[in-house]
């Protein structure tokens, strides 16, 4: 079983940066899709941004796009999103995905694809 777990959310003023981590267990196969994905309650989980392979360009939704960096090294089993000029909107439980489809097509369906418990990341106004 894939384990995965997040960390590096926390409190932060409208402007500043987290850098949130993700590291995960063994999987089977090789060059797997990952990402980030965020939940605010009440709301569908939504994508933030992804990597479909090694060695590809990540693929960064409007919200993220010019603020958010995707940085993945499978040689250490880790995915790393660094997140700048944050807003209060941002404001959401983070989740990393391992094994998910990377489609902004590809809505959040459970039961596919490894999940860690998720960081929260709130930014204050």
């Known amino acids: 079983q894939t384990e995965v777990e997040e960390s590096g959310g926390g409190v932060v003023q409208a402007g500043g940066s987290l850098r949130l981590s993700c590291t995960y267990s063994?999987?089977?196969?090789?060059?797997?899709?990952m990402g980030w994905w965020r939940q605010i309650p009440g709301k569908e989980r939504e994508l933030v941004t992804c990597s479909r392979q090694l060695g590809a360009d990540p693929l960064y939704t409007n919200s993220a796009k010019g603020r958010f960096t995707l940085q993945r090294n499978d040689a250490e089993n880790s995915l790393v999103l660094q997140m700048d000029n944050l807003r209060p909107e941002d404001t959401a439980m983070y989740y990393c995905?391992?094994?998910?489809?990377?489609?902004?097509?590809?809505?959040?369906?459970?039961?596919?694809?490894?999940w860690g418990q998720g960081t929260q990341v709130t930014v204050a106004s």
């Open positions: 063994e999987l089977p196969g090789m060059d797997h899709s």
């Open positions: 995905a391992i094994g998910y489809f990377c489609s902004e097509s590809e809505p959040y369906r459970p039961g596919i694809g490894y």
